[in-house]
């Protein structure tokens, strides 16, 4: 398993360790033996042009996923996240700016591993899936937390 972690922000602290073990622990549990996944955290003006110049929204996000190669034996992906966001929702929501970023992470990987969140089942599931992956790495949301919408739609 080869997971890199970029921090090119300034916006919010990054435990590029904990993004590791739980790139690792998600990817044991729902994708392929051999993956190549990279992740980086930048500031929402990248963020927004990457969303614009291959999303066709222009305006900043949260997280983007972007699979590169996907099959029974890998998986190579890209995970980039805001730590302007981040630190923006985390203020918001009432909860440290690295455990939002957290989130983001998380839920990127599971759209990676192929997890979808279009329909409200698949939400809530996907919801449960973050929430598993959360309290694995000593987090958990607070009520307030809670009543958001899960990461990729905030």
């Known amino acids: 398993m080869d997971i890199e972690v970029a921090d090119q922000q300034t916006a919010t602290d990054v435990d590029a360790a904990l993004l590791e073990r739980v790139a690792v622990a998600i990817v044991r549990d729902h994708g392929p033996s051999t993956c190549h996944i990279s992740i980086a955290i930048v500031d929402d003006d990248t963020i927004h042009r990457l969303n614009r110049q291959?999303?066709?929204?222009?305006?900043?996000?949260?997280?983007?996923?972007?699979?590169?190669?996907?099959?029974?034996?890998?998986?190579?992906?890209?995970?980039?996240v805001s730590?302007?966001?981040?630190?923006?929702?985390?203020?918001?929501?009432?909860?440290?700016?690295?455990?939002?970023?957290?989130?983001?992470?998380?839920?990127?990987l599971l759209h990676l591993v192929g997890w979808d969140d279009q329909t409200p089942a698949a939400r809530s599931a996907m919801r449960c899936a973050e929430d598993h992956y959360l309290k694995q790495c000593g987090v958990s949301r607070g009520h307030e937390v809670t009543q958001r919408p899960t990461a990729g739609g905030a």
């Open 54 to 80: 291959f999303l066709q929204h222009d305006y900043a996000t949260d997280v983007l996923s972007f699979v590169l190669e996907r099959s029974s034996d890998l998986l190579e992906g890209e995970i980039v």
């Open 83 to 108: 730590g302007e966001t981040a630190r923006a929702q985390a203020a918001r929501y009432g909860w440290p700016p690295d455990h939002e970023l957290l989130l983001y992470v998380i839920h990127g």
